[in-house]
């Protein structure tokens, strides 16, 4: 399951100038699921749900500021694998704005769930 170039507005940052409001982020994930037992189901019950995913994101992103992308990225990592039938999660966050000289900068960061975790 994936979702490419999210473009959202955030309260994100470090610097002061940053500080007191919005910025464009695009975030873009990929979420590594096991196969439904029935996989012609038809059912979004059977399936990890990108506009549910979507959803949570726009929340973390209503919560209030965030300093880093690295911490936005975290966040989206665990609520994807909260999901019973996610394995592993890579998940974009891009900020446009951020160095006027570079298309954007941001993290890339890779999750896998642990067994102990359940699947």
């Given at each position: 399951m994936?979702?490419r170039?999210?473009?959202?507005?955030a309260?994100?940052?470090?610097?002061e100038?940053?500080?007191?409001?919005?910025?464009p982020v695009v975030?873009?994930?990929?979420?590594?699921?096991?196969?439904?037992?029935?996989?012609?189901?038809?059912?979004?019950?059977?399936?990890?749900?990108?506009?549910r995913?979507?959803?949570?994101?726009?929340?973390i992103l209503?919560?209030?500021?965030?300093?880093?992308?690295?911490?936005l990225?975290?966040?989206i990592?665990?609520?994807?694998?909260?999901?019973?039938?996610?394995?592993s999660?890579?998940?974009?966050?891009?900020?446009?704005?951020a160095?006027e000289e570079?298309?954007?900068?941001g993290?890339?960061?890779?999750?896998?769930?642990?067994?102990?975790?359940?699947?």
């Amino acid at each position: 399951m994936f979702v490419r170039g999210l473009k959202l507005d955030a309260n994100i940052g470090a610097y002061e100038s940053e500080m007191g409001r919005t910025q464009p982020v695009v975030i873009s994930l990929e979420v590594e699921v096991q196969e439904p037992a029935d996989p012609v189901s038809d059912s979004l019950e059977d399936v990890v749900c990108y506009n549910r995913l979507v959803q949570t994101i726009r929340e973390i992103l209503t919560e209030g500021h965030i300093k880093l992308v690295e911490t936005l990225a975290e966040r989206i990592a665990a609520e994807c694998l909260a999901h019973p039938m996610s394995l592993s999660v890579k998940v974009r966050v891009e900020k446009p704005e951020a160095i006027e000289e570079a298309d954007a900068a941001g993290v890339e960061i890779t999750r896998t769930k642990r067994l102990d975790q359940g699947a």
